[in-house]
């Protein structure tokens, strides 16, 4: 079993960080790989079973733009393959087509999905998110300078019940395709949903378990419906 963290001292901002904590501890037993941004990733060269990255700062974002685009092709080999990968935050961002920034310059990005973002750093974006993924309720936050545009109907993460998916008009958050998941979310994910983390993390060892599951699942029906019960969900 090999997971890889990718640029966790620059891509954890706002809680990811303790996505990584859990996985470790799911997986004592793991080679893992803590990716530093100067160093090729270890999915370039190896077959590696889970790989996360989280949110990181805008000046960041372009770095590992930067990055991935030297090694696109490794990177769909992996996604076709069907290894599983999350993207959490605006990390999320570098798998579309396009970031635009404050000043109205274009940046191409990774390509992955076919949507474009846009940067406005006069307004930062906050918001709960109550939604579903494959039955299992999720649950998380939004804090963001961007709003992104596209297509995601055939290949959304979750349709959104409160908060916003990917932008103000969207019902619908973030991107699948096999068993990569990218989303605007934070929170951090997998802490706050565990039926969602169980889940997913049997696809690849159907004996994990999820340390302190029915502690995180209580906290999480009470936010469900704390949630639910809020006229608003933008703040």
């Known amino acids: ?44 060269s190896e077959n590696v079973d889970y790989i996360y990255m989280g949110a990181m700062s805008e000046k960041i974002q372009l770095d590992v733009i930067k990055i991935l685009l030297s090694h696109k092709e490794r990177f769909i080999e992996l996604i076709e393959a069907g290894t599983h990968i ?16 404050e000043h109205g310059q274009v940046f191409d990005a990774f390509g992955i999905f076919d949507f474009t973002t846009i940067i406005n750093k006069k ?65 951090p994910l997998l802490v706050l949903n565990p039926d969602f983390t169980l889940n997913y993390f049997k696809e690849i060892d159907e004996n994990v378990t999820v340390p302190y599951f029915d502690v995180m699942k209580h906290a999480q029906d009470k936010r469900v419906v704390d949630m639910l019960q809020m006229k608003t969900a933008i703040y």
Request: aromatic share 12%.
């Open 1 to 44: 079993m090999k997971i890889e963290f990718m640029f966790p001292e620059v891509c954890a901002l706002y809680g990811d960080y303790g996505n990584i904590t859990l996985v470790k501890q799911m997986f004592k037993e793991a080679t893992i790989y803590e990716t530093k941004i100067i160093d090729t990733p270890r999915w370039v």
């Open 86 to 101: 999350i993207f959490t935050g605006n990390a999320m961002d570098v798998l579309g087509k396009t970031i635009t920034d």
């Open 123 to 187: 307004t930062r974006f906050n918001c709960l998110m109550l939604g579903e993924y494959e039955g299992a309720r999720i649950t998380g936050f939004k804090t963001q300078f961007t709003m992104s545009y596209g297509d995601n109907s055939n290949n959304y993460f979750m349709k959104v019940e409160k908060g916003i998916g990917l932008n103000r008009e969207s019902n619908l958050e973030g991107f699948k395709k096999n068993n990569l998941i990218a989303t605007n979310i934070t929170g």
